[in-house]
C-alpha cells in the first residue's frame, strides 16, 4: 500500500515503518524464488544459481549434493586433453576433437582443454608418475597389421613394408593425402590404407595406423576409417578421438557416448563428457560437470558460451551469435548445428560433407557434398548417382546444370538401350550423342569425371560404333569408357581416333604406339613404358627391402604436377610396372593423356 502515497509522504514514513516490513519483503520475494525454482527442472536451477551467485557457491553446492542426487552421475573432476608424449605426432591433423584426455607424462604440458598457449608449472604429483608404457598381451594381434582388405584381395604381398621405417611411412602417407593425385592414384594409395600387411618392425605406438587412419580422414573416407578402428580392437584415447569423430560426423554420436561411458580406461574431456551427458538426457549431471569446469576454470570462454547455450539456449539473446571456433572441431561443429547456428561444409575439411549426407539435411547441401566425396573417390559412384537423381532440378546456373545434364544423359542412355531414343529437341536421331556433348563438359567442371566412366562407361560400350547413336561425339564415349575400369574393352574399337586415343587405346593394351607428331607428354609416357627395371632416382628402395615405401614415393609423382614434370611422370610409370603393378601404370598413362587436370 506504501507505493500508493505521494513520494514526500512515503519518504517521510520509511524510516518508521521500513524495518517492519523488510522482513515480511524479503519473505514474499523468498516463497516466489521458490515457486520459481520448483517448476525448473534441476540443471536450470543450477545455472540460474551460477549467475547470481557465481561459480564458487554453485560448486560448494554440488559438492554437498547427496550421492543418491541424479547430478552425483557426473565424473569427477577430469584432466585436460593433452598429448600422450612430448612429441607432436606425425600425421597429426588440426581439427580432431579433445573428446577424451591421454595419460599425462612428464614432458606434457598441463594446459587447459582447447588452448595452446605456454605450458603451466607441471604438478609435482603428476611428474611423479611413471612414463607411459604401452601394453599389449602377447597373444594380442598388432594393431598395425589391421585391415578391411586381405592380401587375396589386393594383389600386393603381405611383407610389402619390409625394413621401412614406421616413422617413414607414416610422414609419406600424410604427405600423399595433402595431394591432388591421378584418379589412378589415388586408388592403389586407398588400397594400400586398407591393406593387410606385416606391420614393420618397432612400432608399439601404431604411428603407422594412427597415419593410415588420418589419411583417411583427410581423404573423407569416414566408414572406412570407422571400420579399420574398429577392425584394429584398440582403445587407447589417440585411437576412440578419431572413432569419436566419425561417429559425430556420421550423425551416429549416441552409439560414440555410449562407448565412451562403457569404457573405464577413458577419461573424457569436459565438453565431450557434457555432450554426452545432455544427449543422454541427463542435463542435471551436464550442468553440474559445466559448472564444475568453470570453477575449476578449465574451459575457454569460448567453450563455455557454446556448450552453455547448447544445454540453455534461453539464456541468450535470439540475435546474438557464438564466435567460429579456429579450427572448428566436429564436436563444436555439432554443438552449433545443435543451437540453431550450422555451419556450411563446403569450406571445411572434406571430412565435414559427410554430415551433410544425411537424410536430415536438404537436397542442394547434399549434392554439393556428394561432389565433393565424389570427386575426391570418397563415395560410392551409385551414391552419388542416386543422390543426383531424387529430383528434378531446383534452379539453374552452376551446380544445377550439372545436375540436369547427367539426368538428361541417363534418360537419353536409357532410351537407347531400349531402342526409342529420343533427343532433346524431340527428334530421335543423335539423342545419345547430344547429351552426352552437354553431359560430359559438366562432369569435368565438376571434377567428377572418374565416378561418371565407372558407372556409364560398359553401358557405353555397344555404342562406341554406331554411328546412328553417336554421329558425332563417339570420341566423347571412347574416351569415358578408356578411363574406366573397361578401359581394355574400350582399346578394341574399329572408329578411327584422334592421336591422343589412338596412343590411349594402344596403352590400353600395355604397348603403346606413338602417332607421326608424338608430344613431349607422349614421348614420356611412352618412355616409362619403354625403360626396363627400376629408375635411378627410386632404385635405392628396391635395394634396401623397401618396396611399399617405394610404392608410396612413386605414387606422388602422380600429383597435379605428373604434366609438367615429365621426368617424374616417366619415373612413376616405370616403377609401379617394375613393381608388377601393371594396370595402375596403364590408367595413370591413359588419365595422363585423356583427363583435364584444370577440371
Not at 551409385?382 to 550439372?402: F, K, Q, V, Y
Amino acid at each position: 500500500m506504501m507505493r500508493f502515497l505521494p513520494a514526500p509522504i512515503r519518504f517521510a514514513f520509511w524510516p518508521a515503518i521500513g524495518p517492519a516490513i523488510r522482513p515480511e519483503r524479503a519473505a514474499l520475494r523468498a516463497r516466489q524464488n521458490a515457486r520459481l525454482n520448483a517448476q525448473l527442472p534441476v540443471w536450470r536451477r543450477l545455472r540460474r544459481l551460477h549467475r547470481l551467485h557465481g561459480a564458487s557457491s554453485l560448486l560448494a553446492l554440488c559438492l554437498c549434493l547427496p550421492a543418491t542426487s541424479a547430478v552425483a552421475q557426473a565424473s569427477p573432476p577430469i584432466p585436460a586433453a593433452v598429448p600422450a608424449t612430448g612429441e607432436a605426432p606425425l600425421s597429426a591433423i588440426d581439427w580432431l576433437s579433445d573428446s577424451v584426455a591421454a595419460p599425462q607424462s612428464p614432458t606434457a604440458s598441463n594446459r587447459s582443454i582447447g588452448t595452446t598457449g605456454a605450458p603451466d608449472p607441471l604438478d609435482l604429483a603428476t611428474n611423479a608418475l611413471p612414463e607411459n608404457v604401452t601394453v599389449r598381451a602377447l597373444d594380442a594381434p598388432d594393431p598395425n597389421a589391421a585391415g578391411l582388405l586381405p592380401p587375396s584381395v589386393t594383389g600386393l604381398p603381405a611383407d610389402l613394408w619390409g625394413a621401412s621405417d614406421a616413422r617413414s611411412l607414416a610422414r609419406q602417407i600424410s604427405d600423399l593425402s595433402q595431394r591432388d593425385l591421378l584418379p589412378a592414384a589415388q586408388r592403389l594409395f586407398h588400397t594400400l590404407l586398407l591393406a593387410e600387411l606385416d606391420p614393420p618392425a618397432l612400432d608399439p605406438d601404431a604411428i603407422l595406423l594412427i597415419a593410415r587412419l588420418d589419411a583417411l580422414l583427410e581423404m573423407g573416407a569416414l566408414d572406412e576409417a570407422e571400420a579399420l578402428i574398429e577392425r584394429a580392437q584398440v582403445s587407447r584415447p589417440e585411437f576412440f578421438r578419431r572413432w569419436f569423430d566419425v561417429k559425430l560426423l556420421l550423425g551416429t554420436e549416441n552409439q560414440a557416448c555410449a562407448r565412451l561411458d562403457a569404457l573405464p580406461n577413458l577419461s573424457p574431456t569436459y565438453p565431450a563428457r557434457i555432450f554426452c551427458l545432455a544427449r543422454g538426457g541427463r542435463w542435471d549431471a551436464a550442468a553440474v560437470t559445466l559448472a564444475t569446469a568453470e570453477a575449476l576454470d578449465l574451459i575457454s570462454a569460448q567453450e563455455d558460451a557454446l556448450i552453455t547455450k547448447f544445454l540453455d539456449p534461453d539464456l541468450f539473446d535470439e540475435a546474438s551469435e557464438l564466435d567460429v571456433p579456429q579450427p572448428l572441431t566436429p564436436l563444436a561443429f555439432r554443438m552449433l548445428e545443435a543451437v540453431g547456428e550450422p555451419i556450411p561444409t563446403n569450406t571445411l575439411p572434406l571430412a565435414f560433407a559427410q554430415s551433410d549426407l544425411r537424410d536430415v539435411i536438404g537436397w542442394r547441401a547434399r549434392i554439393i557434398a556428394s561432389e565433393r566425396l565424389a570427386r575426391a573417390g570418397a563415395l560410392d559412384a551409385n551414391r552419388w548417382l542416386g543422390i543426383w537423381t531424387e529430383a528434378g532440378p531446383a534452379a539453374s546456373g552452376g551446380i544445377w546444370d550439372r545436375v540436369s545434364a547427367l539426368q538428361n544423359f541417363e534418360r537419353a542412355l536409357s532410351a537407347a538401350e531400349a531402342g526409342t531414343p529420343e533427343a532433346l529437341d524431340g527428334s530421335l536421331d543423335g539423342a545419345l550423342d547430344g547429351a552426352l556433348d552437354v553431359v560430359w563438359p559438366a562432369m569435368i567442371e565438376g571434377g567428377t569425371t572418374d565416378p561418371f566412366a565407372t558407372l556409364f562407361a560398359a553401358r557405353l560400350l555397344p555404342f562406341l560404333d554406331d554411328a546412328s547413336a553417336l554421329p558425332d561425339h563417339s570420341d566423347i564415349a571412347r574416351t569415358i569408357v578408356l578411363l574406366s575400369p573397361d578401359y581394355e574393352a574400350g582399346a578394341r574399337s574399329d572408329s578411327p581416333a584422334s592421336a591422343p586415343l589412338a596412343l590411349a587405346e594402344s596403352l590400353a593394351l600395355g604397348a603403346p604406339v606413338l602417332p607421326d607428331r608424338p608430344t613431349p607428354l607422349m614421348l614420356a609416357i611412352r618412355d616409362g613404358f619403354a625403360m626396363r627395371g627400376v629408375p635411378e632416382r627410386l632404385s635405392g628402395y628396391t635395394q634396401n627391402a623397401q618396396l611399399g615405401e617405394g610404392i608410396l614415393a612413386a605414387l606422388a609423382l602422380l600429383d597435379g604436377n605428373a604434366l609438367v614434370d615429365l621426368d617424374e611422370l616417366r619415373d612413376a610409370l616405370a616403377f609401379l610396372r617394375a613393381a608388377g603393378l601393371e594396370e595402375t601404370a596403364r590408367r595413370a598413362g591413359i588419365e595422363a593423356l585423356l583427363m583435364d587436370r584444370g577440371a
